[in-house]
């Protein structure tokens, strides 16, 4: 398998939620895609209320034009649905969703970094 992400890196982004606790004890669900070849940050957006329609537009977003990658991967979060994945595929992606992982969640955490701090920050 690694052999094929190594291959196919320029085509395969992923997306994600984290949660970021505010002083007010709300929770804040910050959304990112990243690219897979370079762990760029495509898009990131945060808000307190994620459903399906908010990461909808959150794809046409971070994929105006033709700019989609080839394959999206995904875990298999609420927000994650069958109409997400309807959008995907109208938008020329090939969906590709796992498990949960707290591994992942931890790594893409380290490469979104400070970045994260600046989006929370300038929504507030």
């Known amino acids: 398998m690694g052999g094929v992400l ?3 890196r320029e085509a ?3 997306m994600d939620f ?3 606790p505010t002083f007010t004890f ?3 669900y910050c959304f990112f895609v990243l690219a897979h ?3 760029r940050i495509l898009h990131c957006n945060v808000t307190k209320h ?3 329609a908010w990461v ?3 794809l046409r977003e971070a994929f105006p034009y033709d700019s989609a990658p080839g394959y999206l991967i995904f875990d298999r979060g609420a927000s ?3 109409e997400v994945v309807s959008t995907m595929k109208s938008l020329g992606i090939q969906p590709k969703s796992g498990p949960v992982s707290e591994v992942h969640g931890k790594t893409v955490l380290a490469s979104v970094g400070s970045a994260a701090a600046v989006v929370i920050c300038s929504t507030m």
């Open 12 to 14: 395969i982004a992923a």
């Open 50 to 52: 994620p459903s399906s």
């Open 26 to 28: 709300g929770v804040l």
């Open 56 to 58: 909808i537009q959150q």
């Open 80 to 82: 994650f649905n069958e």
């Open 18 to 20: 984290f949660t970021v």
């Open 6 to 8: 190594k291959n196919h």
């Open 37 to 39: 070849d370079r762990r």
